[in-house]
């Protein structure tokens, strides 16, 4: 493997990463199959790209980006909670939607950002695909991952989960569940807004496609993700053995895993794609080999499953 | 802290109205529960026992009727707004309990804090809660970072029970919790419960279906049939 298959792959995962992180939310945390993000991402690049165009501030464009991103989120949570739409069918019309928005924002389908300023500038100074350059983007999911572990361990990340999990028995605790959806759906969005906007940036134009398959993207890494860490945490089992618990055992380490399976999912996804393109995959058959991916996974799992079940079964 | 004063005024619910399926799950039921007052109800399935319940809770609107706590009327009031005053233990402890989430984490939900929050819980679960574990006997206190769905159904309906009353709301509400649990244990947690609902002041409605259990309980019996009140021992 060449340098710079595996420096690519890391950059892309660095940056696609928030996205994951995103969808972690929506479909691990909260439960809520949110397909909005293919409009979200694009909107995030859409909002960057139309202000860096108009001569704001590079950070200012990434902060409206990610606004944007958090209000197309509660638009989602808006059409589910207060109009009764079913959270597929609202994530999806919420991606339509947004289609048309993306298209109204930009004014055109592509905007180029090469003579624009750029959020990136001083990492590129340091020369792309150098270490330097890596480890500065590296900064980004990294700090995603603190502040979301941080997220997980308040209050509000409890109840964001216990929402996703039993809704039910949250309501019966005499919590309104509209806001931790309101909230968490806002977050994953926009965290998915960031990531469009980034992306945008390290390749220079704004597309009004560019979200196209993004669920199917985040799904797939964060399957592979989450495969990897079960795996490591079967060899930790075997290597350490089951011990007792302390105070830090009853940290939430289920989420901690699932962010940690977010990052090395979004590394591994991208390695793989790399090499296959390496190999001589077609750039065309790409969302082909991304859904294979991910029926690969869930069907691995469901057979793993299926095993146990009957093991027990017998047993 | 006082019970909850709870009064029913010609309550009828039917469901699916209007169509081939329609039923009339409870038929003008009028009843009064006083403050702190322990009460049964009895009766054959289909009944309107639930019912009931999830009328009193705000989780079942009446199609007829008013539903009062404390004088105010709650009719229409949102069953999240009426849950801070009230627990409600459900038959299935998969309704009452977050599966997915440790018992630590489940524990700490029931806790009086603000869910907005954004300060980290404290990594050790309120006195009430300890409390209310331990009062399950089944030494859970050992076994906080494991998940509910590592737990039996027995077990976690104990722990339902537990996060229930471990709330101290001024009106519980109990649909046949003792279901999933043996015989000895659900005549142990029975009792456990009415001692500490007395304990607390709290007003309580009890849903069972072992009239043995609920004559030993010594408490003013509900009788439904079919959507009605047919006898009613009085109050205490």
Redesign the interface.
Known sequence: MSWAVLSSAMQQGFLYALAIYGIAISFRMLNFPDITVDGSFTLGAAVYAVSLVNGRDPWLALLSAGLAGFVAGTGTVVLNRKLGISKLLSGILAMMILYSVNLRVMGQANISLLTTPSVLARLEALGINSPAYLLGLFVVPAAALFLLS??A????G??M??TG??E??????????D??VFFGLGLSNMLVAFCGALVAQSQGFADVNMGLGLIITGLAALIIGETVIEGLAVVRRRVVGRRG?N??????W?TFKQLGAALLGGLFYFLIIGICLRLGLAPTDLKLGTGALVIIGVALRFRRADVETYARARW | MAGAAVRLEDISVVFNPGTPNETLALDGINLEIKPGEVVVILGGNGSGKSTLLKVIAGIIRPSKGKVFIDGRDVTKEKDYILAKNISFVYQDPLLGTCPSLTLFENMTLAGKRKWWLPFPYPLMIGRAQQEALESTGLGLGNRLPVPLTSFSGGQRQAIAIGLAFSRDTRLVLLDEFTASLDEHTSRRVANAALDRASGIGSTAAIIMHNLELAKSLNKRNIYLELGLVVNDSGTE
């Open positions: 941080y997220m361990m308040t209050h509000l409890l109840f989960r216990a999990d039993n039910f028995m949250v309501r019966g605790l005499g919590v309104n569940t806001w931790p618990w105070r830090w055992s009853l940290l939430p289920d």
